[in-house]
């Protein structure tokens, strides 16, 4: 007898959207035929066009909700941001006892799929946050958090592990923040804070300004009489899609991926208002002032990209939206065919380049409005511009002295916290304190206060790891937060430079090639970038590959004079006979950093770090410099 094959279970990863109506009983015992005539309406106009127009689809309806499924934790949030954000316009003049509010839970989980179902675990868990969800808002589980992480320009608060009905193990979960909970209050209330020249288009701005508020996690505050008062953020800025030059459909995407891009990377500097790439296609050719006043928004990134041959080239500029002028233009060259590739250093280095010019624009701003009475904001940008700097003893000590004063007048204010932090690691990396434990010790309890509250934090990731590499101890962690700093905000090109230089002192010269590069490709006119070449001077000295160590030492030097590249220099020419240059090296080493011998030199390696490979290297570095004529 013929033994039957078993029957094939289909089964694949997906993204699970479990959502239900908060109080669905109650709403329905007060009106039945009212409240499903509402829930249809919303389904319809809401729910439904938001999950389709990304990638998702409905797996079935549940009564008071529904199932879907999406290939993408991304997508999934953004459809949910999406719909929540509609439903609450469609329903803010609702009374409270009849208003229909969407709770959705999101996890991802291997699923069990069948024509018009959906199984599994992850689906049961799904259900579950959505269960713990509150009204109007969004739970995910720590698997779909992953996924989205840095992603989205939104907070997600941390709620610790939960058990979960019917779940076997514990599900840590997140749920979307919001400042406060969507007001009820009509839109007519919201325009009425605008000043009265501009009720022209109260009608349509209260929606928009609400929708894309929600959407981008933005948050906003009430005064006592619960009417709605918009933040006011220093970076508030719109990217205009980039203006296609040559006509060619390929190009107008790529044009427009580069501007949606754009916008997700700004989004991701703090205290930053980044318009919906979605509003500011509505104002393509529009005058500046008229975008500003309307968007409400201070500066405006505009751009064109044109195409010739296989070389595109992509201008930016940078615009007060105040008076219209151009603050700041910039030009990226690359390589057509390497498009995807081309897309990613376009977007990291203007998105760089944005985050030095904007916050230099508003420290110079801040000067001016208010030289005499500055708040823990003007402070904190006066100090990172400073502290953007080339790296020297007196720029750092000025922009600590800055992010001091800020925190005198906001202890908490996570920007200053993370910018002190900042500060008095890069003094212990670069030996320009006496008392490395005591910086050291403060610079990890600032910056552990921002992570604990902002765990998706980039820029404190990026400082944990430079408080870690300048321990010179556990190196792999400074790696690992430099990793995680990176998988948060990829366009951090600091990140990128610091992970080189970790390489180094963990042994790994050969493997700190590839960050730098990535580094000085985003930033190729940094502030940061004579410390890159460095990197890479030293990466080749302690491999023995001195001609190449020399000539990076040099482009370094040529940037901004740096005490270390002198020494790499000195050893490197000594160790292939170029005694000439390697005294000139020692002299000008001697005259920054006066006193310095080969002692402090060996003193130093072993404070930057106790890998064996790297020590052993140093010792031949070391070698180098005594021939070069370094006293011992």
């Known amino acids: 007898m013929e033994q039957q094959r078993p029957i094939r279970v289909e089964r694949r990863l997906s993204a699970i ?39 998702g ?20 949030v953004r459809a949910a941001l999406q719909f929540q954000a509609r439903v609450k316009e469609l329903t803010i003049d609702d009374p409270e006892a009849k208003r229909i509010a969407i709770r959705v839970g999101i996890n991802i989980g291997d699923v069990i799929v069948e024509p018009t179902d959906i199984f599994g675990d992850g689906v049961n868990i799904a259900a579950r946050l959505e269960g713990i969800a509150e009204p109007g808002g969004i739970c995910i589980s720590s698997a779909a958090y992953d996924q989205v992480r840095g992603k989205l320009a939104v907070a997600f608060a941390d709620l610790g592990e939960q058990n979960l009905k ?10 979307l923040q919001f400042a406060d909970p969507l007001p009820n209050v009509s839109f007519l209330k919201i325009t009425r804070r605008f000043p009265p020249g501009l009720w022209s288009w109260r009608a349509w701005v209260g929606p928009a300004i609400l929708l894309l508020m929600t959407i981008s996690g933005v948050g906003y505050w009430y005064t006592r009489w619960g009417e709605l008062q918009l933040p006011n953020h220093r970076l508030s800025i719109v990217v205009l899609p980039f203006t296609n030059l040559s006509n060619e459909p390929e190009q107008e995407y790529f044009a427009e991926s580069v501007a949606d891009d754009l916008s997700a990377d700004l989004a991701r500097i703090e205290d930053s208002l980044v318009i919906a790439p979605s509003t500011a296609r509505a104002y393509k050719n529009v005058d500046p002032k008229r975008v500003g006043r309307e968007l409400g928004i201070r500066y405006i990134l505009d751009g064109s990209l044109r195409r010739t041959q296989s070389i595109v080239r992509v201008n930016a500029q940078l615009i007060d939206a105040r008076t219209g002028a151009e603050i700041w233009s910039e030009r990226v060259d690359g390589d057509w065919s390497k498009s995807m590739q081309l897309q990613d250093v376009i977007t990291g280095r203007l998105a760089r380049r944005l985050d030095l010019e904007l916050t230099n624009q508003e420290s110079r701003d801040a000067e001016i409005a208010r030289p005499n009475s500055p708040d823990a904001v003007d402070l904190t940008m006066r100090g990172w511009a400073v502290l953007n700097r080339p790296y020297s003893r007196e720029q750092l000590a000025q922009s600590s002295a800055l992010f001091e004063r800020a925190l005198q007048i906001d202890p908490g204010y996570p920007k200053a916290l993370v910018g002190l932090a900042d500060t008095l690691a890069v003094e212990v990396n670069y030996r320009w304190t006496d008392a490395p434990g005591e910086k050291l010790g403060r610079a990890e309890n600032a910056v552990d206060q921002v992570l604990s509250r902002f765990p998706s934090d980039a820029m404190a990731h990026f400082v944990k790891g430079e408080i870690q590499r300048a321990k010179g101890r556990k190196l792999e962690v400074a790696v690992n937060e430099y990793a995680a700093a990176i998988a948060i905000n990829p366009s951090l090109a600091p990140a990128y430079g610091a992970l080189g230089a970790a390489k180094i002192r963990v042994g790994r010269s050969a493997e700190a090639f590839a960050p730098l590069q990535v580094a000085i490709q985003l930033s190729p006119r940094d502030p940061l970038l004579n410390t890159w070449y460095f990197y890479v ?26 005490w270390i590249a002198y020494a790499d220099l000195a050893a490197a020419s000594a160790l292939t006979g170029h005694q000439d240059e390697a005294q000139a090296a020692i002299a000008e080493l001697r005259r920054l950093r006066p006193n310095y011998t080969v002692a402090l030199w060996l003193q130093d390696g072993s404070a930057w770090s106790d890998d064996v490979v790297f020590l052993d290297e140093f010792q031949r570095i070391a070698e180098g410099l005594g021939k070069a004529g370094l006293p011992e």
């Open 57 to 76: 689809r409905i797996v079935k309806n549940t009564g008071d909700g529904f199932l879907a499924e999406f290939p993408s934790a991304v997508e999934a």
């Open 166 to 175: 019917n779940i076997a193990l514990p599900i840590r979960a997140y749920a």
């Open 17 to 55: 959207l479990a959502a239900d109506v908060a109080g669905y009983s109650r709403l329905m015992h007060r009106d039945e035929e009212a409240t499903h005539a509402k829930l249809t309406a919303l389904l319809t106009e809401a729910v439904a066009p938001a999950i389709a127009e990304h990638g």
């Open 537 to 562: 001077c030293h990466a080749h000295t302690h491999l023995a590959q001195y001609n190449e160590s020399i000539d990076w030492c040099g482009r370094s030097i040529a940037v901004k004079p740096f």
